[in-house]
């Protein structure tokens, strides 16, 4: 903790003390690196998070704290979102902008993706202001990643991120009035692992009430583990360590991150049903896991029977999710060749690589090979998750659906997250630490995608542009279609295809 801060600073009293945060210079406010659970020391590694103790005096809260260990993994896509930043033990924190310290603004809770081992809430990317300028409360929110956060071990709670993350929404409910924002308006927002995240939390007991509203973007839960499958990678990454699964918590810090990221490498780069369940077809293998307590079913089961928390939902996708995924395959790649990488990656849905790329073939027969396996795998973890769990929320709830970015032929378009430049754009804002594909070069552009957004948020039928967002249906599947010439309203393209993987398979495993 830093000396007193100047009075001059702006300070909120929280439930485990007084913190202190900055102005920013457009004019909102920051608490920064601010802790809703105690600090994920050796002992707390896979514990359920515990509650922050009590300081005295004023925290500091003008930087960004540590994120979550990490190392690169997964390829480019990976690579593209591990973060560079300093990483520490007290890293169970969240980032808070907000207009004004008064009043009862709208909050939105966000959680990034990474494939659960790596990114933070911490990235450029998110640290504009976007949503506190246009008059929301907007909380980021760091939680354990990889094997801290989701390797299944004897005598510790499974799904410890999500577990964080819940602790956060708590954290938030219990506090957020003082920093301007209404807990009774909270969304639940987050972008691939953190889109599949919101999907998982609506499913789980421990989060009901805890917000309001829900927005996963880009998938909904994807290759989610069964038991007997976690217990394979806590096999895996005992035999990593060289030593037995009740030892793995004893592990050097820095050897579990290790070990995590040649497991995750060994999944992402040779998939395999047998060793990997369902996770295979993400070839991410620390995922959440359908204990049956925490988690009790599959979220799409559970949402179908109106068991998931009760709130209105807006869910989306980009038109080429896979796009950038697909910068490693061979230039020379033929339809077999497709089959052949997809093989293990369809097999957990009873199908053969061969099989679905002749049913893809048969539907799409403009695609080339690389379509073919852009069109396939973008479906098998984004488009296809998005539309069932949209189909099913939306037997009880109020469900819309966006699809964000022009469609080109062969699955080419906006690639998998290419609208977070846009969704976090602020007017005017320095946009030289981000990355150069999160860079805004329309502006206009920018803010019909953030108008959006900030519709849900606030409560209304979703709408920019001047196209409300028609409301999803089984019967009725419109989607309001943002591209960069303006919004529409129209049939999702992406819906029947959902309709390739229902079929009896005439081969299978």
Not at 78 to 106: V, Y
Request: contains cysteine; charged residues 20%.
């Amino acid at each position: 903790m830093s000396a007193v801060p100047s009075p001059a600073l702006p300070v909120v009293e929280t439930g485990s003390g007084r913190v202190s945060g900055r102005f920013e210079p457009w004019g909102g406010i920051a608490f920064l690196g601010l802790p809703y659970a105690a600090p994920v020391t050796p002992a707390q590694r896979f514990a359920a998070p515990e509650p922050v103790a009590r300081w005295a005096g004023i925290r500091a809260c003008d930087r960004l704290g540590p994120v979550c260990p990490q190392s690169p993994t997964y390829g480019p896509v990976g690579t593209a979102a591990a973060s560079a930043l300093g990483q520490g033990e007290d890293f169970l924190t969240l980032n808070i902008r907000t207009p004004s310290l008064t009043g009862r603004a709208p909050v939105l809770v966000w959680i990034h993706g990474g494939g659960y081992a790596v990114g933070s809430a911490n990235e450029p990317v998110v640290q504009s202001g976007a949503f506190a300028a246009s008059g929301v409360v907007e909380v980021t929110v760091n939680y354990r990643l990889g094997a801290l956060g989701f390797l299944s071990l004897p005598g510790c709670p499974e799904n410890r991120g999500l577990l964080d993350q819940i602790a956060a929404l708590g954290w938030v409910r219990d506090n957020i009035a003082a920093f301007g924002g209404d807990p009774a308006q909270v969304t639940f927002a987050g972008r691939s692992a953190g889109g599949f995240s919101i999907a998982a939390v609506m499913a789980m007991p421990a989060a009901r009430g805890l917000f309001a509203r829900a927005m996963p973007q880009s998938g909904a839960s994807t290759g989610l583990a069964r038991r007997e499958d976690a217990a394979k990678l806590t096999a895996r990454m005992a035999a990593a360590l060289g030593c037995t699964p009740d030892r793995i918590a004893e592990a050097p810090l820095q050897a579990l991150i290790l070990a995590q990221r040649d497991l995750c490498n060994e999944s992402y780069e040779r998939h395999d049903a047998t060793r990997d369940g369902r996770a295979a077809m993400l070839g991410v293998p620390f995922v959440p896991v359908i204990d049956g307590d925490s988690l009790p079913d599959h979220p799409e089961a559970l949402a179908a029977r109106g068991q998931t928390a009760p709130v209105p939902m807006m869910i989306g996708c980009t038109t080429a999710e896979y796009l950038t995924h697909s910068s490693v395959l061979p230039a020379d790649l033929d339809f077999a060749g497709a089959a052949r990488l997809l093989h293990e990656r369809v097999r957990p849905c009873g199908l053969s690589g061969d099989e679905i790329v002749a049913r893809y073939r048969a539907a799409l027969p403009d695609h080339g090979p690389q379509g073919i396996w852009r069109a396939v795998a973008g479906d098998l973890v984004f488009q296809n998750p998005t539309t069932r769990f949209a189909r099913a929320h939306g037997r009880h709830q109020p469900v819309w659906k966006y699809l964000w970015g022009a469609l080109g032929p062969d699955e080419t378009g906006a690639a998998h997250g290419a609208e977070v430049g846009e969704v976090w754009y602020r007017p005017g804002m320095d946009q030289s630490q981000r990355p150069a594909r999160q860079r805004v070069a329309d502006p206009a552009a920018a803010a019909r995608t953030h108008a959006l957004w900030l519709s849900f948020l606030r409560g209304d039928i979703p709408a920019t542009g001047g196209v409300t967002a028609p409301r999803h249906a089984v019967d009725a599947p419109e989607v309001l279609w943002l591209d960069p010439l303006g919004a529409r309203s129209t049939r999702d393209p992406f819906d029947a295809r959902t309709a390739l993987w229902d079929q009896p398979a005439g081969q299978g495993e």
